[in-house]
């Protein structure tokens, strides 16, 4: 008789996850908690759908709570990491995920276009990554977790949203860049999807739809769940020997 054994690869673990109200961070955080972890559900606008989210994760048994910052406001991410702090004690992980998507023609972009995505997608992350970091070292160690895109790697920049590509770009610098800053105590890695099925994508017209999953050599769009598996094996104890790196999760669509 076959025995089912569960793994619990993030057993008590605490995990923040920005942006998790719904898409990759949602399906992240449920994920991760699947796997053991208690979860912080950071949101910045819909609390309910951040509240129906920590509903799925307790039905996992593990804990789960939400917390309401925009990742651009200082004193709101130290407010985050302090609520966190108070109900878990400790952040083992942090997934920066919170991010905005802008796409416009070059000629039509503001400087307001370019400063709103920077503050969200780039600043975000250094600010959330610097309050974690302080936790986790004094704790003597942690993972910083990075959701970067295939749009920042050097020959995907997508035409019509260069703001949001240079953005990502930047995420990947950052994300190599500050692992060597908290090396060897804090790993360090990131998670670049491809074009996914989330509600970003599900607003494009048919035309831009169907580019999407033919340029993609797996021919369909990645699931968040993909992209959340990756983001589990980068929190376990797994990746421990990874640091610097970034997993492309994009069904092969940076080979076209």
Known sequence: MLELIIVMRLKGKVCLITGSSRGIGKATAVKLAANG????????????????????????????IAVKADVSVPFEVKNMFK?????????????????VDRPKPFLDLTLSDWE???????????????????????????????????????????????????????????TKTLAKELAP??????????????D???????????AAINDSYLKRLVEPE??????VFLASDESNAMTGEVIIVDGGYNLS
Do not use: H
Request: proline share 1%; net charge positive.
């Open 37 to 64: 972890a208690s979860i912080v559900v950071n949101y910045r606008a819909n609390e309910n759908e951040a509240n129906e989210v920590v509903l799925e994760i307790k039905r996992l048994g593990v804990k789960a």
């Open 116 to 174: 709103e995505t920077f503050r969200v997608n780039l600043y975000g992350a250094f600010l959330c990554s610097q309050e974690a970091a302080k936790i986790m070292l004094e704790r003597g160690g942690g993972k910083i977790l990075n959701t970067v895109s295939v749009r920042g790697l050097s020959y995907c920049g997508r035409r019509g949203n260069i703001v949001y590509s240079a953005s990502k770009a930047a995420m990947l610098s950052f």
């Open 226 to 231: 993909d992209i959340a598996n990756a983001f």
């Open 200 to 210: 970003i994508s599900r607003v494009w017209d048919s035309e831009t739809r169907e």
């Open 83 to 99: 609520t966190a702090l108070e109900e878990f004690g400790k952040i083992d992980v942090l997934v920066n995920n919170a991010g």
């Open 185 to 198: 105590a804090i790993r360090v890695n990131g998670v670049s999807p491809g074009p996914s099925n989330t």
